[in-house]
């Protein structure tokens, strides 16, 4: 973990990350449902389009779908994604008086949100523990021979039973900044890495 802090130091620190830093749970929610199957400079243009426009969820349900759908393209399923953003906008208006809830079944509860998105909402926008695993974290731990999982969710409860709790929150924002620079899916930079000693190189065939 020191080793990836130190190298993640000279990588962009992603999106859903930096909006974090508001610790504005709404703003972090919105932006991660974005991200899925989304490229993170798209999620960041994206996420800036809708903002200006709406940041709560009472002001997004004043917007009409198609006035949405205009500012989060070109978003992967960005009129799915328009849906659910309203749905889950109705829930926290009519559930929650309109806020985030602050707790992982909370959110799991919303429409569309699942484990990724709840855990990341908990730690970016309330500060909170949780252990968010998207492709990398699952890509990149399986790699190493750390844990050996077949899903995403299988890679959670596995770091959870493994990983030291003072590295939960760390490790989504380290690992997706390691994941796109050096440890990618294909043809990673081993000859780059810092904790290549650690690797089993699990399923690598062919590095740099």
Request: a positive charge.
């Amino acid at each position: 973990m020191r080793r990836l802090k130190t190298a993640a130091k000279r990588w962009r620190v992603p999106i859903v990350s930096q909006i974090g830093e508001s610790r504005d749970p709404f703003r972090v929610l919105a932006s991660c449902l974005l991200s899925l199957r989304t490229r993170d400079e798209v999620t960041d243009a994206a996420s800036g389009r809708l903002f200006a426009l709406a940041s709560t969820p009472r002001q997004v349900l004043t917007l009409k779908p198609e006035t949405i759908q205009k500012a989060i393209y070109p978003v992967a399923f960005f009129r799915n994604k328009t849906a659910t953003l309203r749905a889950i906008c109705q829930e926290l208006m009519e559930d929650h008086g309109g806020d985030v809830p602050d707790t992982l079944d909370g959110l799991l509860k919303l429409k569309g949100v699942g484990r990724k998105t709840a855990n990341l909402t908990l730690i970016q926008g309330f500060g909170g523990q949780g252990i968010c695993v998207d492709t990398h974290v699952h890509r990149i731990c399986n790699r190493w021979g750390y844990v050996k999982t077949k899903t995403p969710d299988e890679t959670e409860m596995a770091l959870r039973e493994k990983l030291p709790e003072k590295y939960w929150s760390q490790l989504n924002d380290l690992l997706v900044r390691f994941g796109q620079n050096c440890c990618k899916p294909i043809s990673p930079l081993c000859s780059q890495c810092g904790v290549a000693e650690f690797c089993d190189r699990v399923g690598v065939k062919k590095s740099r």
